[in-house]
């Protein structure tokens, strides 16, 4: 079966990086194009980067431009999210997704999800 398992969350102060790592299991990573989502407190899950399976694409959140960049390591079956310049809006659980046809911002265009992880950012 196919799993994706996040790590990398934490507390941290606003201004300061994560980076998140996406470990996919079952099949290599280079047949799907991934994507990282976040849901925050009473608010539904919203798309924040995708990176293409032949990673010519990247889509990006516009709240996050310039502060986030997604990448793939096809070589150890992982997906990252880095996280620069926090903010507290940013605090959410944030979830990996892999796409069976091609990336996406929407919900409905992945097939697998992890369980996620938590972000949090203070001010």
């Known amino acids: 079966q196919v799993r994706l398992v996040e790590s990398g969350g934490g507390l941290v102060q606003a201004g300061d990086s994560l980076r998140l790592s996406c470990v996919v299991s079952g099949r290599a990573s280079t047949g799907y194009a991934m994507g990282w989502f976040r849901q925050s407190l009473g608010k539904e899950r919203e798309f924040v980067a995708a990176?293409?399976?032949?990673?010519?694409?990247?889509y990006y959140k516009d709240s996050v431009k310039g502060r986030f960049t997604i990448s793939r390591d096809d070589a150890n079956n992982r997906v990252f999210l880095q996280m620069d310049r926090l903010k507290p809006e940013d605090t959410a659980v944030y979830y990996c997704a892999a796409a069976d046809t091609y990336l996406s911002r929407a919900l409905a265009g992945y097939d697998y999800w992890g369980q996620g992880t938590q972000i949090t950012v203070s001010s």
């Open positions: 990176v293409s399976r032949t990673r010519d694409d990247r």
